[in-house]
């Protein structure tokens, strides 16, 4: 019987929808700051997902179209999309999803340890943090982003490197993620993970079945989750109990 310690938060999709709303905003403000004519769709972003990082993104859909941009150029864009990005979350136009603050107090209350393990850069994050999760900081035990790996999801390095930080067995924490990518780096570090799909999923997003379980979202008190796969819920939204039941 394994006994939960410890909560690995992903960032964009999971504890908020900083992609559409807030990502893919901030970079078309930086290609219009460069005077270049990009501008990426909904449609394109939720594709580019599957690249893993933002200048990453970028360096990817200059390859595509066949842009002459310098990958120093490419940089430079990264970096004025960062600030776009920190005036959007200052400005308090993304808003934490359903159900986080719920379980981030509860886990708490029960002594669990909890990270914030992204892809998402300091820079992105800390101007989130301040803002919309200003009061469960604290809470936090750590925090892996962009800078503290150099291997990203889908591979196993910043779960590794919040397992390591943690000092507790694998099989008794779990990864709350969004994406198939998400689910990957989790299983390759030998973890455990919850799949809570994006605000933006649909019926014919391809869902991976590697999760312990499968959610439409982690609920609240007047809007329970819905189950798509895994073990059923014990009462109508995710919490302490049901973490702790789908790692055994």
Known sequence: MHKLEAVFWDLDGTIADTELCGHRVAFNLAFKDFDLDWNWNECQYLDLLEISGGFNRIIHYRNKIGSELSESQCSEIQSRKRIHYKQLIESGKIEVREGVLRLINELNSFDIMQFI????????????????????????????????????????????????????????????????????????????????????????????????????????????????????????????????????
């Not at 998402?120 to 800078?147: A, H, M, V």
């Not at 000092?167 to 779990?174: A, F, G, V």
């Not at 809007?223 to 039941?245: E, H, R």
């Open 117 to 248: 393990v992204t892809t998402s850069g300091r820079d992105s994050l800390i101007p989130f943090l301040k803002t919309s999760l200003s009061s469960q900081i604290n809470y936090f035990s750590g925090f892996i982003t962009y800078e503290d790996v150099s291997k990203h999801k889908p591979f196993p390095d910043a779960y590794e490197r919040a397992l390591k930080l943690s000092k507790k067995s694998q099989y008794n924490c779990i990864a709350i993620e969004d994406s198939m990518i998400g689910v990957e780096a989790a299983k390759a570090a030998n973890l455990n993970c919850l799949l809570i799909l994006p605000p933006w999923a649909d019926s014919q997003q391809k869902i991976t079945n590697k999760a312990n379980a499968c959610l439409n979202s982690l609920g609240d008190f007047d809007n329970p989750s819905k189950l798509i796969y895994g073990k059923k819920l014990i009462s109508n939204n995710v919490d302490f109990d049901y973490l702790a039941n789908i790692i055994n």
